[in-house]
């Protein structure tokens, strides 16, 4: 079955996809809630290498799994081999009926918003922009991956060069700036640890995506090797993007200013260069919106097509197109779902209340190390650096998050997490049936 789909991503697009699906609009945005909840030069900073850093341990553990277990899925195949197909599954229905589909639904709504800032669109035009990028790029996946892929690198590699010009541009014009860092000063501002927590779990957010190159991993060449490195430099390089981000809006603008803007990234801009500045930062946001967009539409559909052939899914959704070698039903059924939860507006939702049981999943993949070591004698193409204290630091921060969200938003909560549950009922029905029918 492996030879089912082709081996054509190599480093390149594999970073690419881990540096794509990361940088999407968050960090065009999201450093305004973390200077609001720590409202300090020196804690915005904290927050931002310690959300790097704990990304980066999360991306060590997986990194081994992934050169374990190389068949398509990611996470659910390393849930399921660690744990039991249960657990797997319930991964691949978060994924679908919420987490994923959910963030194709809404940074497709953020795409589309940004295009009204150049074309005036009325609610419903908005949403039709959004459900025709999903439309579009899935259409571009169902014809083969390398077609993604290339498309996903080109648009990476695009929205780096334009990172890299807004930093030098930000320093060189800053400069003419009498003084610098001047409203938090380079001190630790008391504020509490919940605060320190929910800007750090901002943070984490805006890394959010790191783990999908693993879902396509019987499409990636010499996998062992390529998806651990592909991790691994991937999230360094986001994280250095984000802490010099961040360095040049807090050089250019004041903290206060930094702490209440809803569109930080526009507002350094047009301080910098004027009003055309946001017009720059809105078609960078269309720009990168939509090549995280394009990455996150191709990882999906290969969970998929891995559940079906394991029998957790109908057998019809992991066929392969006999043509483009693309598991074309499945990338039919996520445009189709993702565009009615843009349609409906219920991606709003499952985004803002289920997207952290994310993190329950992680905590379990990165416990999951932990057994597959103790229970298989596999090879593996990579071994964790600092084992066992790198991925027990994960653990701890993935059930930081969790509960943090727990205890701030109990009922919030209670949503997502009754979506999960339900879907342990679903697995065991699903079980059953087939018993009986075998």
Same mark, same amino acid.
């Given at each position: ?23 999407? *609009?968050?960090? #065009? ?39 374990? !277990? ?9 849930? /399921? ?7 797997? !599954? ?72 334009? =990172? ?8 060189? #014009? ?19 640890? /919940? ?29 062992? /090797? ?41 507002? *350094? ?31 999906? @559909? ?17 066929? =392969? ?5 693309? @598991? ?32 329950? #999943? ?12 103790? %229970? ?6 990579? /071994? ?6 790198? @991925? ?13 969200? =727990?205890?701030?938003? @109990? ?21 059953? %049936? ?5």
């Amino acid at each position: 079955m492996s030879n089912d789909l082709r081996r054509v991503m190599g480093l390149p697009h594999a970073m690419a996809m881990v540096v794509g699906t990361i940088i999407g *609009a968050s960090i #065009f945005v999201q450093p305004s809630e973390i200077t609001g909840h720590v409202p300090s030069i020196t804690g915005v900073f904290l927050v931002w290498i310690i959300s790097g850093i704990l990304t980066f341990f999360g991306a060590l553990a997986c990194a081994e799994l992934a050169s374990i !277990f190389t068949q398509s899925g990611g996470i659910y195949v390393y849930l /399921k081999e660690a744990f039991s197909p249960s657990i797997g !599954f319930l991964w691949g229905w978060a994924m679908f009926w919420s987490v994923h589909s959910g963030i194709i639904a809404a940074i497709a709504v953020i795409f589309a918003r940004y295009v009204a800032y150049f074309f005036p669109m009325e609610p419903v035009l908005i949403k039709a922009t959004a459900i025709g990028a999903i439309i579009i790029l899935s259409a571009i996946n169902y014809i083969g991956v390398k077609q993604g892929s290339t498309l996903q690198t080109l648009f990476t590699l695009g929205k780096i060069i334009a =990172i890299v010009l807004i930093i030098i541009i930000g320093f060189v #014009f800053g400069s003419r700036i009498p003084e610098h860092f001047v409203t938090g000063e380079l001190v630790i501002t008391t504020f509490s640890l /919940k605060n320190f927590l929910t800007a750090l779990i901002a943070g984490l957010f805006a890394f959010g995506g790191w783990h999908m190159v693993t879902y396509s991993s019987e499409e990636t060449i010499s996998p062992q /090797k390529t998806i651990p490195r592909a991790l691994m430099f991937g999230t360094m390089t986001v994280t250095l993007c984000y802490i010099l981000l961040n360095a040049v809006y807090m050089y250019v603008l004041p903290l206060d200013t930094v702490a209440s803007s809803t569109r930080i990234a526009a507002d *350094a801009a047009d301080f910098l260069v004027g009003h055309g500045g946001g017009a720059f930062m809105s078609g960078l946001v269309i720009f990168s919106t939509f090549g995280a967009l394009s990455g996150i539409v191709l990882c999906g @559909p290969r969970v998929y097509y891995s559940m079906a052939r394991d029998g957790l899914l109908f057998q019809w959704v992991g066929k =392969i197109h006999s043509n483009y070698r693309t @598991p074309h039903r499945a990338i039919v059924i996520q445009a189709v779902w993702s565009s009615i939860l843009v349609a409906t507006g219920t991606y709003r939702t499952l985004f803002t209340r289920v997207i952290y049981t994310e993190w329950i #999943f992680f905590g379990l993949m990165a416990i999951g190390l932990f057994i597959v070591r103790g %229970k298989y004698e596999l090879t593996r193409g990579y /071994k964790i650096w600092g084992y066992p204290l790198v @991925p027990l630091i994960f653990i701890i921060s993935s059930i930081a998050i969790v509960a943090n969200q =727990i205890i701030s938003e @109990p009922f919030e909560s209670m949503f997502g997490l009754s979506l999960v549950l339900i879907g342990l009922l679903v697995y065991y029905f699903w079980a059953k %049936k087939n018993a009986e029918r075998s």
